[in-house]
């Protein structure tokens, strides 16, 4: 299963960004291996992934699952890098953010002890979220780094929409970087904004369906997007390759392309999509939404990484593949 640029791991790899990173890592020449949560009645359809150019010779699929970090150690075996991308998702807040919490915290630093007991993995890259440093109680603040963390009790506080997600990743990042200082392990975190583009997997993905509310008409969801961060889900997988090939990368590093409005999103769409009927931007001046920083990337562009899409290409990506699946 070896070849020339070794073997590497993604947990989480039916997701839409990790579905989307094996892909490329596969396009790379890597060996890839990837978790997903055991499926006992054989129900789970995986062929998405199966089907990828590369993946017959060079993709390997395990069974593990958060709940049981121990259930990572065989996947990790023999890997050269780790792409830490499984996360519990609950944004309809079902469960207590205790337990989802807990439960993220656990299985990222259970991941990250397979790691150190493989005694071959030697960089992680943690897929964390904007959410980790978007979130502060500053209303001064118009545009955040990697320096700010979200303040989990104005997050306790302001009860956002999946709450429990934004806590968790935020407690999980910090406890991801503090395991790894304290054992030596070369971590960085990549914090990408709302990732949208084309999805691999089959099920759409909640960035993506939040991202189109104005093509679905989804009036409950317009709050989320008044001022919206965002990213193509390509650029995503390449920052991830990126900062595990760049052997200098430390920390954390911001990862988003540009910034729109829902104004400006209602010009973009009906313009060039006059088969929806996307609400006029005078019709949206009076929604109310959180009033949220935009993300500097300055850090990562610094390094030498380079957007190759902007929004446009996010939006058309979403809406052909949204088409395409039977979405729209």
């Not at 790894?180 to 990732?195: H, Q, R, Y």
């Not at 540009?258 to 006029?280: G, H, N, R, V």
């Not at 990562?300 to 395409?324: N, P, R, T, V």
Request: net charge negative; glycine share 8%.
């Amino acid at each position: 299963m070896a070849t020339e640029k070794g073997t590497v791991c993604v947990t989480g790899g039916t997701g839409f960004i990790g579905s989307w990173l094996i892909f490329r890592l596969l396009d790379q020449g890597y060996s890839v291996r990837t978790t997903v949560r055991s499926d006992p009645e054989h129900k789970k359809d995986t062929s998405f992934l199966t089907s990828l150019p590369g993946a017959s010779e060079r993709l390997q699929i395990f069974c593990a699952d958060l709940s049981n970090p121990e259930s990572f150690d065989s996947a990790m075996e023999g890997c050269t890098g780790v792409f830490l991308v499984a996360t519990p998702v609950d944004f309809e807040d079902r469960e207590p953010e205790e337990i989802v919490t807990e439960r993220s915290v656990n299985g990222a630093i259970g991941i990250l002890k397979a790691c150190l007991n493989s005694k071959t993995v030697k960089r992680i890259v943690y897929t964390s979220s904007a959410s980790t440093v978007q979130f502060t109680s500053n209303k001064d603040v118009k545009e955040v780094d990697e320096r700010f963390w979200s303040d989990v009790d104005y997050i306790k506080a302001l009860r956002p929409y999946g709450g429990s997600y934004v806590l968790s990743k935020t407690l999980t990042e910090k406890a991801v970087l503090e395991f790894s200082d304290k054992n030596g392990l070369g971590v960085v975190t990549l914090i990408p904004s709302f990732v949208v583009g084309p999805f691999i997997c089959p099920k759409l993905p909640g960035s993506v369906r939040t991202s189109l509310a104005l093509v679905y008409g989804n009036v409950e969801e317009y709050k989320f997007i008044v001022d919206l961060s965002m990213v193509h889900v390509e650029d995503v997988a390449r920052a991830h390759i990126f900062l595990f090939e760049h052997g200098d990368a430390k920390g954390r590093y911001n990862c988003s392309a540009d910034e729109i409005t829902i104004q400006k999103m209602s010009e973009l769409l009906s313009a060039k999509y006059p088969e929806f009927e996307i609400p006029s931007k005078d019709s949206l001046k009076e929604i109310e939404g959180y009033k949220i920083p935009s993300v500097s990337s300055k850090k990562l562009l610094d390094c030498g990484f380079k957007f190759e899409y902007g929004i446009e290409d996010m939006f058309s990506g979403a809406i052909q593949c949204c088409k395409e699946k039977g979405y729209l």
